[in-house]
Nanobody, 122 residues
Framework: QVQLVESGGGLVQAGGSLRLSCAAS????????MGWFRQAPGKEREFVAA????????NYADSVKGRFTISRDNAKNTVYLQMNKLKPEHTAVYYC???????????????WGQGTQVTVSS
């Protein structure tokens, strides 16, 4: 089974950028669709972005289109979330997750990382 470890979170001022990384162990990373989710204080976990197993197809929440970019490098077993023009409302714990077949809903993702905190100050 693939294991996921997020990194790259931290404190950044509004308007700044961060790049989150999700490093995967295991030999089947390229078989999984990968997604990024986030959970802000007092709110439920929400979908942010996803990329197909091959990297050919991406999907974004409307709220982050044009601001966040998801990508993956299967040779490095890593998925990225480039976050630009950050706003305080982007503050949340960000999780990466892996889905084997379906990847349209949160329940489709069977494997989850531990999360990395992103805090955007005003």
């Amino acid at each position: 089974q693939v294991q996921l470890v997020e990194s790259g979170g931290g404190l950044v001022q509004a308007g700044g950028s961060l790049r989150l990384s999700c490093a995967a162990s295991g030999r089947t990373f390229s078989r999984y669709h990968m997604g990024w989710f986030r959970q802000a204080p007092g709110k439920e976990r929400e979908f942010v972005a996803a990329v197909s197993s091959s990297g050919d197809t991406t999907n974004y929440a409307d709220s982050v289109k044009g601001r966040f970019t998801i990508s993956r490098d299967n040779a490095k077993n890593t998925v990225y979330l480039q976050m630009n023009k950050l706003k305080p409302e982007h503050t949340a714990v960000y999780y990466c997750a892996a889905a084997r077949v379906r990847w349209g809903e949160s329940d489709d993702y069977d494997l989850w990382g531990q999360g990395t905190q992103v805090t955007v100050s005003s």
